[in-house]
């Protein structure tokens, strides 16, 4: 069994900085992607930024050169670093671990974004 824990959303003003953190527990493959993923109201769920355990990365366009995605393979963790946050980052953030062909998804951690 496989379980994704999120932490560290929250509200913060426009300008400001968030570190979201996504611990994973069970039985993890030494190879897997790990990313995060947000779903605004009324829209769908589109990624923000994924890791492969060997640190590629990829970002949507949205966030890059705002977020920052990290992780450590010894703790299955991974972090996603937002600065320059903008109220079009409001919505709940989802962390997921890919190990093929299963994805597994975390509850997630609402960030929102408001002066």
């Known amino acids: 069994q496989v379980q994704l824990v999120e932490s560290g959303g929250g509200l913060v003003q426009p300008g400001g900085s968030l570190r979201l953190s996504c611990a994973a527990s069970?039985?993890?493959?030494?190879?897997?992607?790990m990313g995060w993923y947000r779903q605004a109201p009324g829209k769908e769920r589109e990624l923000v930024a994924i890791i492969t355990s060997r640190g590629s990365t990829n970002y949507a366009d949205s966030v890059k050169g705002r977020f920052t995605i990290s992780r450590d393979n010894a703790k299955n963790t991974v972090y996603l670093q937002m600065n320059s946050l903008k109220p079009d980052d409001t919505a709940v953030h989802y962390c997921k671990l890919r190990m093929v062909p299963l994805d597994y998804w975390g509850q997630g951690t609402q960030v929102t974004v408001s002066s």
């Open positions: 069970g039985s993890i493959f030494s190879i897997n992607v």
